[in-house]
């Protein structure tokens, strides 16, 4: 392996490690977490958790429900180590296979390679991998299986490619709606030149696209139409039943905002959620300095892209513009930074193709002086913005602690606390297992921390 | 895969610094962390410190608060506070749950052992009411005792 590769995958090895073990100083959820393992421990088989809600609700996730009950029977009791291995192990898959899109051959690719690094790592859909996890962390694994369906369009082209890209497309459509970006990233992969997935290859997956759209929206048409979720419009946080009454259902301007909110999210770091936080805090006159980060971090960067763009004809591009587009098109019903989180990683590889571009260009000294302080600030940026991920999960463990003080109490008051005393031993075993690991509280963390690291916007 | 030729000849070693150099900040934190864990010692990120029941019941750490009694602490005695907790440098929990203005506090105490006789309610009661938070005053209230009264008339507050 040339030195510069060598050099990269270290520092991402670094980078994943210092996460991962963020990741394990933080219990397992309550919140979308412990009713799944719940039913894990009831259901009887793999199977029948696989199809435990097909047709019974708005999503289609049974992949994810029967990791759940496999990593819950493999455990032999050790649920914590289970679920969190899987989540290292696909944290570890996502920064192995961004890097293998990279291809590091000189020290200006690895260069090149470090600065997406930290645009990978510090861009806010990221904290969508590691924040939560249900207790498999859905977003993280369809950003896997999109970036192995990549790395297959660049494969010799072959029948066992087309297969496996085929297989690679069900399981993601299977483990969360997001899921068809494996379809998307395959079909933008080949406009762009890569022909790994043979034209056959593709066109079944298109088939099982059509299967899927029909399973989705005509089988599953009550219950989709019946979806609702907060989302941000403008300066404000609206909840479900708002929504309805300002905007009512179907096409609105509220959908075309997501789409649109969802897409400069990516570019621009705002807004979040749907709401446009840095503006809202400039209206109350108090900008905290995360917010210059996150917004000059990622225009800066967008406007680097934009640049390498106007001067390069290479379609590479591509792929990242139609992840972007089909992510938010997705986001019409809600704006959710996690479900641009493919996108976000499509960024940072096209961060790399674009400070590569820019790096190699001949410049005179003026304009090589104002692209390398472009260059520091950026990066300055996106490496406080990477640094301010294990903060995050420090906030996240603090919260998920205390989620915990309350059980069974709050699930008694919920009325879902479990009738079995084999399911509420299981309940109390998780929650004295999360209470006993150290948390750090807040007290003791700088104050300048939360304002200068990511924090919880709403 | 991106970028398959070569180029390091042609590009400036001041753009590859400014590339470089500010992700190699966040590594080398992320490299202090990892080197912290291997050799046992917690990394900066995720040093605390152990907290008395009272502190843990003023700083809305109810995880400690639950771990601290399954533990032994007693929920009715009074604990040391550290300077800059709040302006007391020992109270009970329940003391600083409501000094430091935190309800749902005050009822995870009360449901894991800590116990107000009369006086003692009509205390905290007049200490709530001095915070002004009406939540905390409506959670006590959740609490009074049948012979309580509520008059402030000579109560003290701890702080």
């Known amino acids: 392996m040339p030195a510069p590769r060598l050099s990269v995958y270290a520092c991402a090895a670094l980078l994943a490690a210092s996460i991962a073990y963020g990741l394990l100083r933080m219990p397992l959820q309550v919140h979308d977490a412990l009713d799944e393992i ?161 034209d056959r290859g593709l066109v079944v997956m298109t088939a099982l696209l059509a299967v899927y759209g029909v399973v989705r929206f005509v089988w599953l048409a009550p219950n989709v139409e019946a979806m609702a979720n907060a989302s941000g419009y403008f300066f404000e946080r609206l909840d479900a039943p708002q929504i309805q009454e300002r905007f009512g259902s179907g096409l609105s301007r509220f959908t075309v905002y997501n789409v649109l909110a969802s897409i400069a999210t990516v570019l621009f770091s705002e807004p979040r959620g749907g709401v446009f936080v840095f503006a809202r805090a400039w209206s109350m006159g108090d900008i905290p300095p995360r917010m210059w980060i996150n917004v000059a971090a990622s225009t800066l960067t967008t406007l680097l892209m934009l640049g390498a763009f106007l001067r390069s004809r290479d379609r590479q591009p591509l792929v990242f513009l139609a992840v972007l587009l089909a992510s938010a098109v997705a986001s019409f ?12 990683v499509f960024y940072a590889i096209s961060a790399y193709w674009a400070v590569r571009i820019l790096i190699m260009r001949p410049l005179r000294a003026p304009a090589a002086v104002a692209l390398a302080v472009v260059l520091v600030a950026a990066g300055a940026g996106w490496s406080i913005r990477a640094i301010g991920v294990n903060h995050v999960l420090r906030a996240q463990a603090f919260a998920v602690h205390n989620d915990w003080a309350v059980v069974p109490e709050a699930m008694e008051r919920r009325g879902t606390w479990p009738a079995d005393a084999s399911t509420r031993s299981l309940v109390v075993g998780l929650r004295d297992e999360s209470l006993a690991r150290p948390i750090v509280n807040p007290w003791f963390v700088p104050r300048w921390a939360d304002r200068v690291f990511e924090g919880d916007y709403y | ?45 995720w040093r605390g410190g152990p907290l008395t029941l009272s502190e843990a019941a003023a700083l809305r750490d109810q995880g400690e608060v639950v771990r601290l009694i399954a533990s032994g602490a007693d929920p009715n005695a009074m604990h040391p506070l550290r300077p800059g907790v709040l302006a007391a440098s020992s109270l009970t929990p329940l003391e600083a749950a409501v000094g430091a203005r935190r309800a749902e506090m005050v009822e995870l105490l009360m449901l894991h052992g800590a116990k107000v006789d009369e006086a003692g309610w009509r205390r905290l009661h007049c200490f709530a009411l001095g915070t002004g938070a009406a939540d905390v005053v409506a959670m006590l209230d959740r609490y009074r005792q049948a012979n309580a009264t509520s008059s402030c008339e000579g109560i003290s507050p701890p702080f």
Not at chain 1, 333 to 344: F, Q, R
Request: hydrophobic fraction near 55%.
């Open chain 1, 38 to 198: 719940m039913a894990a421990q009831r259901s009887p088989g793999v199977w029948a958790s696989f199809t435990s809600t097909l047709g019974e609700t708005a999503y289609v996730r049974p992949l994810r429900i029967a990791e759940t009950k496999i990593l819950f029977d493999v455990s032999g009791g050790h649920y914590f180590a289970a679920y969190k291995t899987f989540h290292i192990v696909l944290l570890v898959a996502a920064f192995a296979l961004f890097l293998g899109e990279l291809s590091v051959q000189t020290w200006t690719d690895a260069a090149a390679a470090l600065f997406a690094l930290t645009v990978f790592t510090g861009l806010h859909t990221f904290l969508g991998f590691v924040r939560e996890a249900f207790p498999v962390n859905h977003f993280l694994q369809v950003a896997v299986l999109v970036l192995i369906a990549v790395r297959l369009t660049r494969a010799r082209p072959r029948a066992a490619v087309g297969v496996t890209a085929n297989l690679v497309f069900v399981a993601a459509c299977l483990t969360l709606e997001s899921g068809i970006l494996v379809w998307v990233a395959a079909v933008a992969s080949r406009l762009a030149g890569r022909r790994g997935i043979s």
């Open chain 1, 333 to 344: 019903a809600y704006a959710k930074d996690e479900i641009m989180s493919v996108a976000g």
């Open chain 2, 1 to 45: 895969m991106i970028g398959q030729s070569g180029g390091s000849e042609r590009t400036r070693p001041t753009l590859l610094i400014a590339c470089a150099v500010p992700a190699l900040v966040a590594v080398a934190i992320s490299a202090f962390t990892v080197l912290s864990t291997a050799v046992g010692v917690l990394p900066s990120f």
